[in-house]
């Protein structure tokens, strides 16, 4: 009982210092301008929580994003599709002895036009998301699913914004070196930002 005592205490220490590490890069990326300059934002770090980001996880990331990508231009494609059809079976129903109809089967076909051209582009681009596709998961290929790449840190805080001379809330999701020694950078939208 006493071991067990002792080793959840030391457990808990542990813990605490990696997260104290990790909240103290955080406050320092935070603070710290892209040209060096320090601003004390009084933050204050009331969660975190550091995970390890996998092969397998990135994996899984990419093949989402592309998909994600590649579903939306394949209702592009159908949507051009569908109005070439539509405008083609107006141009069969129309009578071409009426003036009226003459100049809106004119207008159909320069809209079909268009819709080819955005097809054909839709087409272009599903070919190119594939390609890009197989290169970026292509870069796994020979690694083990298990390797931890980076960790991430969701993270909720409180800071002084001196602009509005207000306390604000924000929670956030940062990037950690895989020895969790550095801050890579912040996902804001999705999208890993670093300061430039």
Known sequence: MV?????????????????????????DYLETSSGGVKTDLKIDISYIEV??????????????????KIVKEKESVESFKSNIQSAKEENKSLDRSNTDNLAKISANNSV??????GLEKAQLSIGKIQGQKAVALGEYENLDENVVLVKKA??????FNP???TR?????TFVFSKDATKVLGIIPKGRLGRKR
């Open 3 to 27: 071991q067990t005592y002792y080793f959840t205490v030391i457990l808990l220490i542990f813990c605490s210092g990696y997260s104290n590490a990790q909240e103290a890069l955080i406050i």
């Open 51 to 68: 995970s390890d980001i996998t092969v397998a996880d990135s994996l899984s990331f990419l093949e989402a994003k592309f998909q994600e």
């Open 112 to 117: 079909m036009k268009l819709y080819e051209k």
């Open 154 to 159: 969701e993270t909720k805080f409180s800071f």
């Open 163 to 165: 602009k509005l001379n």
């Open 168 to 172: 604000q809330e924000r929670t956030e």
